[in-house]
């Protein structure tokens, strides 16, 4: 699968997802700066911004927002603008897709934590001892 395909594919089941549990959600379809799908609570009459990340699992040695899941670890690229983005109405929405016939899963994680994590993370990622040096920059075009 395709890197665009994989995230259009994340974020049509995420937006599914949403609308299956009653809540009112849109795709912004590119034209929202970090914000793949606006969704609306009606019950609690709040709405918040979800920034959808897909993963197909793929290991990565970059910085990497991680959940543990039975035996498998599930690997979503971040970029060092992520340490900073913290907003009240702003949910990640991490993603991953196993196989074609398999249903994703996903997890939903606040800002503020995303933020924390990816800060402490860089922090690691700089310690770690190299025979070279490693070009400490974004990597914006790996989500």
Not at 16 to 31: D, E, H, K, V
Not at 99 to 122: N, T
Request: hydrophobic share 35%; glycine share 6%.
């Amino acid at each position: 699968m395709e890197l665009h395909q994989k995230g259009l594919a994340g974020e049509y089941y995420v937006l599914a997802q949403l609308t299956a549990r009653g809540y009112n959600a849109s795709l912004t379809l590119g034209n929202t700066k970090g914000v793949d799908i606006l969704v609306y609570n009606e019950q609690t009459k709040k709405g918040y911004k979800l920034e959808v990340k897909t993963t197909t699992n793929k290991l990565t040695k970059f910085k990497r927002f991680e959940e543990w899941h039975t035996d498998k670890v599930f690997y979503w690229i971040m970029s060092s603008k992520h340490e900073n983005i913290i907003e009240d109405d702003l949910v990640y929405c991490f993603v991953h897709i196993e196989d074609v016939g398999s249903l994703p899963k996903f997890f939903l994680v606040k800002s503020k934590d995303v933020a924390k994590y990816v800060r402490e993370q860089h922090v690691f990622y700089q310690k770690i001892p190299r025979e070279k040096p490693v070009k400490d920059g974004s990597i914006d075009n790996l989500e």
